[in-house]
């Protein structure tokens, strides 16, 4: 059976850091790519960044760029999210999605066919 487990979610400062994971088990993580997406209340969930399937092409969005770092881990079954100087705007439930259609990957929600179950990140003085 494929899961998706993620861990590390916090209450953390504004500029502060955490690092958040995503373990798989059930399936190669090399056969499929790895997306983060969180949604805060009464948001839309939306994608954060994405990894491919061999770990070498990323997609960032524009509010992740610089401050957030996607890594694969295939020997620990474990997708990373590095997430630097967070914001309150960080704030929500960030969630891991595999999908194995894409040669590359994206960031589009309905594309991802596997979801964990959600951390919570909250970024507040």
């Known amino acids: 059976q494929l899961q998706l487990v993620e861990s590390g979610g916090d209450l953390v400062q504004p500029g502060g850091s955490l690092r958040l994971s995503c373990t798989t088990s059930?399936?190669?993580?090399?056969?499929?790519?790895i997306g983060w997406f969180r949604q805060a209340p009464g948001k839309e969930r939306e994608g954060v960044v994405c990894?491919?399937?061999?770990?070498?092409?990323?997609d960032y969005a524009d509010s992740a760029l610089g401050r957030f770092t996607i890594s694969k881990d295939a020997s620990k079954n474990t997708v990373y999210l590095q997430m630097n100087d967070l914001k309150p705007e960080d704030t929500a439930v960030y969630y891991c999605a595999a999908e194995s259609h894409s040669l590359y990957c994206n960031r589009v929600v309905k594309d991802y066919d596997y979801w964990g179950q959600g951390t919570q990140v909250t970024v507040s003085s």
């Open positions: 059930g399936f190669p993580l090399v056969n499929y790519a």
């Open positions: 990894i491919d399937k061999r770990g070498r092409t990323t």
